[in-house]
């Protein structure tokens, strides 16, 4: 499902106009963004969490090279789902 279809799906389903669905959801997109990448989690009730992992540091390997070098310890953003987000999908 891309951005355009879930604005036109909820557009459908509340009765709003698309455009201001459009405004609703860019906006809810940029929070999320602004906070994971402020270091601050995202908890959505039933739906999941958006959280920042902390990748540790590692040695990787240039194959062609055959060459080393080290990865710093660096943050990534990632979703996990709730219980009955995850509980749906599993069925």
């Avoid at 106009?17 to 989690?41: P, Q, S």
Wanted: charged content about 25%.
């Amino acid at each position: 499902m891309t951005k355009a279809e879930l604005v036109n799906q909820v557009a459908m389903e509340t009765g709003y106009d698309k455009a201001t669905i459009l405004g609703i959801v860019e906006c809810a997109m940029e929070c999320v963004k602004k906070n994971v990448a402020a270091g601050e989690n995202v908890y959505l009730r039933g739906f999941g969490s958006f959280i920042t992992k902390v990748r540790a540091e590692k040695v990787a390997r240039n194959i062609k090279k055959n060459t080393s070098l080290v990865v710093p310890e660096h943050k990534i953003p990632a979703f996990k789902p709730g219980r009955e987000f995850f509980a749906q999908v599993r069925k």
